[in-house]
């Protein structure tokens, strides 16, 4: 059985990007019975129940025939595996896909293409602030001490597209199979360990919801898809790998409409295939799953012995929680890059939870501070980014929102280059914000909750005065004029 690092030498260059795909559907089209076949495991599960409605992510990526064969016959006859693995090669040819993924390199929505370098989280936040320090010259270069000077430092920050910015983050694979080595047990991976089934007496219903989508794949069939899976399959009685697996496979539903439509490196800040299903997003859900699954053992998770077999053989499980809790906030947070349409929890609207992640499964610094003054220049500009009807909207025009949660302090780089870099980035994302929430409130006389506003206001400005000495008196001044002006302040919120 090959493993995955064989199929690398043979990529060279091309696999570091992600192949262009070309998708033209032809005429012929493969039987998609055999996809949904019934399996003699996991209550007759079928390779549908699982992977996507037609089996597009599979197609895409350069899994050895022999791959497909050892995965189908866990589920099927040794005829019907060999008709699964025609039915991918008759897949390739309707799809017409020319370019195959590496199944090693690739990871899907890895911004940019390819993780940074960097053995350690240090090392990949160090190179993402380099990265970043190009980009945004105002925030990484000397004090931004003027209104001018702060208007240009957030006009640079949208203009940042973090879809196609590297991170140090690594996103999880499509497959992670023991069968490849034991670095490749694990749960940080896309596909659903435990079958997310939909009942049986309703998967005549599903399967036509599916047929429906795939006829014509429009967003609004893929919404019905999702909002349908949602009321079929019901988590509550579930344990927390069935969950987090139900929660893989609606986020599965989404990234391959994008690979369907090869919208995967749109620029937006605000997704179309999440917004639509109104205040939940399903990518992002994998990560918060993985979140409330933290700390749990392998029996706590609902890990059958077969799977613990699997998955244990290499990574800790708490690493491999962490990879998911963090890779999945990242990419789920590309999607939704305001927070607001992603869920009804404030914790998760206000980055805590994002931020809490960032820290405790890297610590990530430098990407934390950027995502959070990304999350609020996003929130405080782009109206499609907030969801609801404004009057219900809480401190979106809170500048002072940005800060870390605290995490900014706890996580200050030791070596000096980074620590410089992080400094001054950060001290100057707080004195940007702190400088446009000053004219927001002179223009519109009005703050959402005064005491949040103001205790947000003291956090920024203590950090600057602890860790940039120099501005401590600027720093002073600028807080003494803001408090003022909340304190005169109409309050909204
Ligand atoms: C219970 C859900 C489930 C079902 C049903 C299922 N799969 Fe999978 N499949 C997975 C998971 C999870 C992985 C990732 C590897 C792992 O966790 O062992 C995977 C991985 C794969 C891979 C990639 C293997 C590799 O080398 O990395 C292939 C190919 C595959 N499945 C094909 C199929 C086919 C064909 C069927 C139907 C006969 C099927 N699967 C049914 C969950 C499922």
């Keep these: 059985m090959p493993a995955y690092g064989a199929r690398d030498c043979a990529l060279g260059m091309r696999a570091r990007h992600i192949p262009r795909l070309q998708i033209r559907p032809s005429a012929i089209s493969p039987d998609i019975a055999i996809w949904r076949k019934p399996g003699r495991i996991q209550g007759g599960a079928a390779c549908a129940t699982c992977h996507s409605p037609d089996g597009i992510e599979l197609a ?110 690594p996103f999880n694979r499509l497959s992670e199979d023991v069968a490849h080595g034991s670095e490749h047990a694990s749960i940080a991976q896309w596909l659903p360990e435990v079958p997310p089934a939909v009942p049986q007496d309703q998967l005549s219903e599903w399967y036509a919801a599916e047929d429906r989508y795939l006829a014509d794949p429009n967003e609004e069939r893929l919404h019905d898809l999702i909002f349908l899976h949602l009321q079929l399959v019901n988590k509550n009685r579930m344990l927390a790998l069935g969950v987090i697996s139900t ?164 996580d200050v780089p030791a070596d000096p280059e980074y620590r410089n870099l992080y400094i001054g980035f950060t001290a100057n994302c707080f004195r940007m914000n702190l400088l446009l929430l000053k004219e927001a409130i002179e223009r519109t006389h009005e703050v959402w909750g005064k005491l949040n506003t103001k205790s947000n206001i003291a956090a920024l400005v203590d950090f600057i005065k602890r860790f940039d000495p120099p501005s401590a008196d600027a720093a002073t001044k600028l807080q003494r004029e803001l408090t003022a002006l909340v304190d005169a302040a109409k309050q909204r919120g």
């Design 60 to 169: 895409v990526y350069r899994f050895e025939d022999a791959d497909i064969l050892r995965r189908a016959k866990q589920h099927l006859s040794d005829d019907d595996s060999q008709q699964v693995v025609d039915y991918i090669h008759g897949l390739r040819t309707k799809l017409n896909v020319t370019d195959l993924r590496d199944p090693d390199l690739d990871r899907p929505l890895q911004p940019g293409g390819s993780i940074l370098p960097g053995k350690t989280p240090a090392e990949r936040d160090l190179a993402f602030g380099l990265e970043l320090r190009d980009l945004l010259p105002h925030l990484f270069k000397g004090r931004i001490e003027t209104l001018g000077q702060a208007k240009i430092a957030e006009a640079e920050l949208l203009k940042v597209q973090p879809v196609n910015l590297k991170a140090g983050i």
């Design 247 to 410: 929660a893989k496979y609606r986020a599965l539903l989404v990234w391959q409409d994008r690979i369907r439509h090869r919208t995967e490196r749109d620029p937006l800040n605000v997704a179309s295939d999440v917004a639509r299903n109104g205040n939940y997003n399903p990518i992002w859900e994998v990560g918060e799953e993985a979140r409330q699954a933290m700390g749990r053992d392998p029996h706590g998770l609902g890990m059958d012995e077969e799977t613990q077999g699997k998955k244990l053989a290499g990574t800790p499980l708490a690493e491999q929680l962490s990879q998911l809790r963090v890779a999945w906030f990242w990419a789920g947070w590309l999607s939704d890059q305001g927070l607001f349409k992603t869920s009804h929890d404030d914790k998760t609207r206000l980055g805590m939870w994002f931020s809490e992640s960032l820290s405790k499964d890297g610590p990530y610094p430098i990407h934390n501070v950027f995502a959070n003054a990304r999350r609020q220049a996003v929130v405080s500009n782009d109206p499609v980014a907030w969801g609801e009807p404004l009057a219900r909207k809480r401190r979106i025009w809170d500048f002072a929102g940005l800060r870390s949660f605290g995490f900014e302090f706890r």
